[in-house]
């Protein structure tokens, strides 16, 4: 209703499934989880409430895997129990802080290899004073003014969305320098980034599925060290 494409356009947008997931198994080389992922309709938090409460895959609830989310999306933030039990379950108590203790324990029972590469991570931050992307992006950490609370847990989070971000930004180059291979300048348009998600405009003269498709090659790419 309130953002519309100018005449004669239509609207797009685009982004990656569970990118930052995808890129927390690759770093840490987690083979479960990266072979899961090869399934397109993988649902991490299913997954992840699967492995928390320990119910079948098929049989995770709406509630279950809420929770597992919110566990999920605040670990790597580096949230304490209390922090994870508001974020949760939706309050601060002592009751939601310790379940969402308990739900941290369940998390990584099983999955000590996520828990060993954020606390070197994490400690490497404090240590070094910057952590690093997979392409090699640094951010540096002023010890002046952060104390190292505060680095280490900016530290393991940044090397995930920092990777996804660039692995964003690889994609956009790329779909902008087809879009000039295929003589659409002018004809599709890269408008912003909304959160994680690439919005855009394509010219009614583009068929959408010939738009889309391009769209999906420039954008499903293969990272690796030569990137």
């Not at 409430?49 to 279950?64: C, F, L, R």
């Not at 790597?76 to 308990?102: C, H, W």
């Not at 692995?167 to 980034?193: D, H, M, P, Q």
Request: aromatic residues 14%.
């Amino acid at each position: 209703k309130n953002v519309v494409p100018r005449p004669g356009y239509w609207m797009w947008d685009t982004d990656y499934s569970s990118v930052e997931y995808r890129v927390l198994a690759n770093m840490v080389g987690n083979k479960k989880i990266k072979k899961n992922f090869e399934d397109p309709v993988f649902d991490y938090h299913a997954y992840q409430a699967s492995h928390m409460y320990g119910v079948p895959y098929a049989q995770v609830t709406k509630q279950i895997r809420k929770a597992a989310k919110g566990i999920n999306f605040g670990l790597p933030y580096g949230m304490g129990d209390e922090s994870l039990g508001a974020t949760v379950f939706g309050d601060v108590s002592p009751e939601n802080t310790r379940k969402a203790g308990q739900l941290r324990q369940a998390y990584f029972k099983g999955q000590e290899d996520i828990q060993e590469w954020f606390e070197v991570n994490r400690t490497a931050a404090v240590n070094n004073g910057y952590t690093e992307t997979f392409f090699g992006r640094r951010r540096y950490y002023d010890k002046n003014k952060f104390n190292a609370s505060a680095i280490r847990r900016q530290g393991g989070n940044h090397i995930i969305q920092g990777t996804s971000a660039d692995i964003y930004k690889l994609a956009t180059s790329r779909v902008f320098k087809r879009i000039c291979k295929e003589g659409w300048l002018g004809k599709v348009l890269l408008n912003a980034f909304v959160h994680d998600e690439l919005v855009g405009e394509c010219s009614n003269d583009i068929n959408p599925a010939t738009f889309l498709k391009v769209l999906r090659e420039e954008f499903e790419v293969k990272i690796t060290d030569e990137n």
